[in-house]
């Protein structure tokens, strides 16, 4: 049994201007150990529905369905004291923002000993050690007298640090990060995501890191999951996603990005926005701005179903698979060519 | 330090005349104490002697982590804010010392792309005015043809030209860069800085703003410095890259060059840490990781800025000499002791190939 096992998850916020909806029917499974990446443009549901599974959404005007089912137990109906005793503890996370999302007003140390504190029978004394303990962990100098600063008094490259050691400070068995190294400097990105590997390699945890850079996805993650309008356009291992993928925006995501080892003169550009959640299009939801649209795109929304030879691997797309197979080739060779 | 060596600006002929010339420019913030009797404690030096040129047509872009002095460069270049020392020779004119009066006319020369496409347009203005308003400050034209030149460039940036009285707010992240490069482009610069123009965007946006800068440059003959933090952007849109830290350039290049063979074992370490969106390339890349964070600009370190966080220091020599810009010729320099004999180069060997040349 997978470690959190997300079944066909929904998640509606009502407005003033009718029903938004967020997330929209998605599924996906992690496993102990294993990294999941979910990537997508902003506003694609990615954030929200891992909001949804820590239960962190407001309750007024939001509609949640499905199941996610944590070891076995649904998050979704769970009361909000069994809630508590499992988020933060056997699953944190880290939030995009260092800047705002530390208490300004309470010592480092103290913020890290809380999360003890909560979770663990343990004096403030042991909590406070377990915080250094964690705050070593990470990779932050002096750590006994930073302990005593406050969240001002660290750069934005330390203060992930330390959302990282207080998501790590009870040993959490899943790992929730959103974009925790947008904000930061390439150098410092690279310490990051070097400290959750090491991390999750010492506590065999499961990691879903949402981003949308697709260097990092390609770096860490062992499966990956392509959201776009609040659905799931693709997803399936990395080495599948970034070696044969099937989808055109996916497509688009990979030729839209600059990167080091090829030399394009233009970039593939996906024209126009992301649609609106309030009114999206009918049929597959990507049609307006997919170059390969036909007229079934435009009626009926295509399944998520698996590729030929390679079930784990859905996408949900219209084009036959000999296209597919070739543009995505066509694609690949491209960015090949340049590189050579 | 005296480091006024004009890095050489590339020689090949596709570009024209120098439009840009800055020389050992520097600006220091004053730290005060004091309330009514301020007096001066300390001073933040941003910038420290930045010397480069830009040549007419050409794309120079200038990367480093947050708070190397990359903005304020801009900002000084710009005249937004007021050089301590050093020149800035624009289009053969120095205007390091020039009055407002005699710096407004050049205004309409050098404009500026911001980073925050929603900070940098105002909330109460229509796109048709924020867009205009350049031309109205220089009496461009006159009301009639001010709005047909307004239409034009909303439709040379790819916006729909009867957008033109909406509000910002109701454009998207990068529908609202576009304006501020519609608003850049009014009054027909020769230099356009943008800082940090693609930053604040989704990947698949970015390419679209990337693409139109472009073809913008390609299409008017404009002059960039692109200011960024991503290296791989920077490679795509550059002809020649300048690596900044803690206020100074520690290598200058083409971006052939800069990204094939670096010099400065901080523009390698910073090339190496970049996530390779190939998942077989990608897990066997090893960054060289470069420990601890930028130092405090108030108190920098000794001699060479970078000393404190180099796997290539040398004892007695990185943190007792300041290193010198030095060539390595067609215009590529870089201010190292220790310059990297090749690449890639792993942190091992990056630090090994130190200690075999310390006996020089």
Known sequence: MALLDVKDLKTYFRTDDGIVKAVDGVTFSVEKGQTLSIVGESGSGKSVTCLTVMGLNPKKNTISSGEALFKGEDLLTMGSRRLRQIRGNDIAMIFQDPMTSLNPVHRIGDQLAEAVLLHQDVTKKQALKRGLELLKAVGIPRAERRMEDYPHQFSGGMRQRVMIAMALVNDPDLLIADEPTTALDVTTQAQILALMNNLQKEFDSAIIIITHDLGVVAETADDVVVMYAAEIAEQGSVDSIFGRPHMPYTWGLLGSLPRLDTDLERLVQIKGQPPSLLRPPAGCRFHPRCPYVMDICKKEDPPLKPVSGDADHLAACHLDEETKDREAQKLIAGTLAAAS | ?360
């Open chain 2, 1 to 360: 330090m005296a480091q006024t060596e004009v890095a050489p600006a590339s020689t090949d002929g596709r570009f024209g005349p120098e439009l840009l010339v800055v020389e050992d420019l520097k600006k220091h913030f004053p730290v005060t104490r004091g309330i009514i009797f301020q007096r001066q404690i300390a001073a933040i030096k941003a910038v420290d002697g930045v010397s480069f040129s830009v040549r007419q047509g050409e794309t120079l872009g200038v990367v480093g982590e947050s708070g190397c002095g990359k903005s304020t460069m801009a900002r000084c270049v710009m005249r937004l804010l007021e050089p301590t020392s050093g020149r800035i020779v624009f289009d053969g004119r120095d205007i390091t010392k020039i009055s407002r009066a005699d710096m407004r006319p050049l205004r309409r020369e050098m404009m500026m792309v911001f980073q925050d496409p929603y900070a940098s347009l105002n909330p109460r203005k229509r796109v048709g005015f924020i867009v205009a308003e350049a031309l109205e400050v220089h009496k461009l034209g006159t009301e009639t043809e001010t709005k047909r030149r307004v239409q034009e460039l909303l439709e040379v940036v790819g916006l729909n030209p009867e957008h033109y009285n909406r509000f910002p707010h109701e454009f998207s992240g990068g529908q609202r860069q576009r304006i501020g490069v519609a608003r850049a482009l009014a009054v027909n610069p020769k230099l356009i800085v943008c800082d940090e123009p693609v930053s604040a965007l989704d990947v698949s946006v970015q390419a679209q703003i990337l693409n139109l800068l472009k073809d913008l440059q390609r299409d008017f003959g404009l002059t960039y410095v692109f200011i960024a933090h991503d290296l791989n952007v920077v490679r795509h849109i550059s002809d020649r890259v300048m690596v900044m830290y803690l206020g100074h350039a520690v290598e200058i290049a083409s971006r052939q060059q800069l990204y094939s063979e670096p010099k400065h074992p901080y523009t390698g370490a910073l090339l190496s840490a970049v996530p390779i969106p190939d998942p077989q390339a990608g897990r066997e890349r090893k960054p060289i990781v470069i420990e601890g964070d930028v130092p405090n600009p108030i108190n920098p370190p000794k001699a060479c800025w970078f000393h404190p966080r180099c796997p290539r220091f040398h004892e007695g020599h990185c943190d007792v000499v300041t290193p010198e810009l030095t060539s390595f010729g067609n215009g590529h320099v870089a201010a190292c002791h220790y310059p990297l004999e090749r690449w890639p180069m792993t942190a091992d060997e990056m630090r090994m190939a130190s200690q075999t040349s310390s006996a020089r």
